[in-house]
C-alpha cells in the first residue's frame, strides 16, 4: 500500500485501511507533522472523523499523537479514556475509543519526525510485543513512501519550474537576437528578472563612460518617477560599487543605512523593501552598468537567486552591447557582420551555461523519469547553442540547412546513439540559406525527429546498424527537408498530428506557428533523400499514405562513403518525416553555386 502510489493522501488512506483491517482494530488514524507550524494534522482514517471535521491538529505534546511525536517512541494504554493525560483526545471520536496502540513516523536516514500513526479499539486492550513491531514496521514503510512522495513532488516542481525559466531564458535571448529596440528589450529584461527570482522591484543602470555616472535606464514596480530617473556614481551605492570590483552583492536594509544609496532620500519608493541584490553588466569591451532587484525579504537572496539575475545582467549586457555596435553598422556592412557573430556567440554562451546548469540537476536527479526529461531539455538546448554557433560563423547571420543538420546530427549521435548500434548519417547537399528565426526553430526540429528516429526506430537491441538521411530541396516558394530512417518504423495505425509525446507536439507546434508550414509522415520504400524520382510506395502500410513527392535517385556506390552499406541500405523500408514551409530568402539569396551541380549526399561518420 505504501509503495503502490506516489500520490501521498491515497498512500496514507489505503495503508489507514490495510492495517485497520490486519491488526482487528476499529480506528486507525494518521498524522503528518508539519516543520513550519510545528503540528501534527490529520490526514487519513479508517473510520469516522474526529469532531466531524478534516482538519483536526494537535500540538506537540498534547494528547496521546502529541506526546508520541514528542518523545519519539511507541504508546500502548489498555484503556486510553482513564487516562487524564489523553482522555481528550480520545473521546474527539464520535464513539468513545479506548484501546491505543501509536508508534511514530520516522524517516531514519536522516532521523526526521514524518508522523504518527495510531491503532484504536472501542474495548480495551491490552497489544503485544508482535503487535508494536508490525505497527513499527509499517510505520517505517510509510516514512519511506512519504519521503519519497515528497522527493518526487519536489523533482517535479523544481523541472516544471527549471522548464519555465528556460523557456523564459530562451524567450529573453530571441527577443535579443530579433530585435535591437533597446527600450523594448530592457523592460522585458527588467520584468522577466523580478517574475523568476521571486523579487518585486528592479533598476537597470547605464554607465555614461564620459561622467563615470550610472543612469537608471529601466525600472520594474517602482512608481515613483524619481527612480526612473536616478543617477549614482561609480563607488557609490551598491549598484556603483559592484561595477567597480565586478562582483555581485547582496546587503539587506542598505537603502536605509547608505548614504549613497539613490534610495536614501525616497521613503516612498523604499516602502515595505529590504533586500537587495545587484550584478554588474560586464563585456569583453568593459563594464556597461548594473542591474539591481529588491525584494521585502529580511534576509540575503539565495544562490539560486543570484545565479537568474547574472544570467539577466549578461542577457541585459549582451542587448546594450548590441544596441551599440548597431549604431556602428550604419558605417558599413563589415560592422553589422562583427554584431550578429558576437551576438550569436554570446546567446551560445548563455545556452551551454544553462545546459550546463540543467545537467548538474539532471546527475543530482533521484528519479530516472525526471533525469531522462532533463536529459532531453538539455539535447535540445545543446541542438539550439549549435546553431547560434553555426549563425556566428557565418555571414549576416544566415546558415544552410545543411550545416545545420550536421551539427545536430553530430549531437544526436553522440549524446542519443547506443553504445551496440552502429549509426550511418547522410546529409545531402542543401545550400539553402536560412536567416536567425528559421535556423533556431529548424535545428529544434531535427533535433526532435533524429532523437525520435534513435529512440524508436532503433530501439531493438538486436539492431546493430541503422541509417538516417536529411536531405532538403527547394520547391518554388517552399523549402522541403526530409528525416528518414530505415528503423522498425511506428506503430500500426500511429498518427503523427494525434501523437501527445512532448517531442512530437513541439514539432507540430513549431512548425505551425514559427515556421507556418507542415509536417507529415509516411512508410515507403526506395530512396528517401528529397530531389528527382518517385518513391516506391508499394510498401506503404497502415493509416499512412502514399507519397507524391519526387526524390533523388538511389545513392550510388560512388557516392557513398561505404558501397556495401549502400546495397544493404537498398531493400529496407524508411519512415519519412517531411517539413514544408515557406522559404523567406528569394532564390538568388539562397544560391551559392553549389545548385549548378547534382546533389551529392555527404556521410557522417559513423
Not at 490526514?43 to 511525536?69: D, E, F, I, K
Not at 564620459?210 to 563607488?235: I, K, M, S
Not at 546530427?409 to 553522440?414: E, F, L, Q
Request: glycine share 6%; hydrophobic share 40%; net charge negative.
Amino acid at each position: 500500500a505504501a509503495n503502490s502510489t506516489l500520490d501521498i493522501d491515497q498512500t496514507l488512506i489505503t495503508t489507514a485501511r490495510a492495517v485497520a483491517d490486519e491488526m482487528n482494530a476499529d480506528l486507525c488514524v494518521i498524522f503528518l507533522f508539519d516543520e513550519v507550524t510545528r503540528g501534527l494534522q490529520l490526514r487519513a482514517t479508517s473510520g469516522p472523523l474526529p469532531y466531524n471535521s478534516s482538519h483536526y491538529t494537535v500540538a506537540l505534546g498534547q494528547g496521546y499523537t502529541g506526546w508520541v511525536a514528542e518523545h519519539g517512541r511507541p504508546l500502548l494504554v489498555s484503556d486510553v479514556s482513564a487516562d487524564t493525560r489523553f482522555n481528550q483526545e480520545a473521546g474527539a471520536y464520535p464513539e468513545q475509543m479506548r484501546g491505543l496502540l501509536s508508534v511514530p513516523i520516522i524517516f531514519f536516514t536522516v532521523e526526521k519526525l514524518e508522523g504518527v500513526i495510531s491503532v484504536q479499539t472501542r474495548e480495551p486492550r491490552s497489544f503485544t510485543d508482535e503487535d508494536v513491531a508490525f505497527l513499527e514496521v509499517v510505520a517505517g514503510q510509510l516514512a519511506m513512501g512519504l519521503e519519497n512522495g515528497r522527493l518526487f513532488e519536489q523533482n517535479d516542481e523544481e523541472l516544471r519550474r527549471k522548464v519555465h525559466e528556460l523557456s523564459t531564458l530562451h524567450r529573453v535571448s530571441a527577443l535579443v537576437a530579433s530585435s535591437l529596440v533597446l527600450d523594448n528589450v530592457l523592460r522585458q529584461i527588467v520584468a522577466q528578472a523580478v517574475l523568476l527570482s521571486g523579487a518585486d522591484r528592479s533598476v537597470l543602470f547605464e554607465l555614461d563612460a564620459a561622467t563615470q555616472q550610472l543612469r537608471a535606464v529601466a525600472t520594474h514596480g517602482f512608481e515613483n518617477t524619481e527612480v526612473t530617473r536616478a543617477a549614482v556614481r561609480v563607488g557609490q551605492c551598491c549598484a556603483g560599487r559592484v561595477l567597480r570590483t565586478g562582483e555581485p552583492s547582496m546587503s539587506v536594509d542598505c537603502m536605509r543605512a547608505d548614504d549613497g544609496c539613490f534610495l536614501r532620500d525616497a521613503p516612498e519608493a523604499v516602502g515595505d523593501q529590504h533586500s537587495v541584490l545587484c550584478a554588474p553588466l560586464v563585456t569583453v569591451h568593459g563594464p556597461l552598468g548594473a542591474l539591481c532587484v529588491f525584494s521585502s525579504q529580511r534576509h540575503m537572496l539565495n544562490m539560486h537567486q543570484l545565479q537568474l539575475v547574472m544570467t539577466f545582467a549578461n542577457v541585459a549586457a549582451i542587448a546594450m552591447e548590441n544596441a551599440r555596435l548597431f549604431e556602428q553598422t550604419r558605417e558599413g556592412l563589415r560592422t553589422k557582420e562583427t554584431l550578429l557573430r558576437e551576438m550569436h556567440h554570446r546567446v551560445k554562451n548563455n545556452l551551454q551555461q544553462v545546459a550546463s546548469i540543467l545537467n548538474m540537476q539532471r546527475r543530482r536527479a533521484r528519479l530516472p523519469e525526471v533525469e531522462q526529461v532533463l536529459g532531453e531539455t538539455v539535447d535540445r538546448i545543446q541542438g539550439i547553442a549549435a546553431t547560434h554557433d553555426l549563425l556566428s560563423n557565418t555571414e549576416l547571420g544566415m546558415a544552410r540547412i545543411d550545416e545545420i543538420a550536421r551539427k545536430i546530427a553530430d549531437i544526436v549521435r553522440s549524446n542519443m546513439a547506443p553504445p551496440h548500434l552502429r549509426l550511418n548519417f547522410r546529409i545531402g547537399q542543401a545550400p539553402y540559406l536560412v536567416p536567425t528565426e528559421q535556423a533556431t526553430t529548424l535545428a529544434i526540429l531535427l533535433n526532435e525527429l533524429v532523437s525520435n528516429a534513435i529512440e524508436h526506430g532503433f530501439e531493438d537491441e538486436k539492431r546493430t546498424l541503422g541509417t538516417i538521411s536529411i536531405s532538403g530541396a527547394r520547391e518554388g516558394d517552399e523549402l522541403v527537408m526530409r528525416v528518414a530512417d530505415d528503423g522498425q518504423g511506428p506503430p500500426p495505425g500511429f498518427s503523427l498530428q494525434a501523437a501527445d509525446s512532448l517531442g512530437l507536439q513541439l514539432v507540430r507546434n513549431l512548425m505551425r506557428s514559427d515556421l507556418r508550414g507542415t509536417v507529415e509522415l509516411f512508410r515507403a520504400d526506395g530512396a528517401p533523400e528529397i530531389g528527382g524520382t518517385e518513391i516506391d510506395a508499394s510498401g506503404s502500410s497502415g493509416s499512412y499514405p502514399k507519397p507524391d513527392r519526387s526524390t533523388d535517385p538511389r545513392l550510388s556506390a560512388s557516392q557513398a562513403a561505404n558501397p556495401a552499406e549502400v546495397e544493404q541500405d537498398a531493400p529496407h523500408t524508411w519512415t519519412i518525416v517531411e517539413l514544408r514551409f515557406p522559404a523567406v530568402l528569394p532564390v538568388a539569396a539562397t544560391s551559392t553555386g553549389a545548385e549548378q551541380t547534382e546533389p551529392s549526399a555527404v556521410h557522417v561518420g559513423d
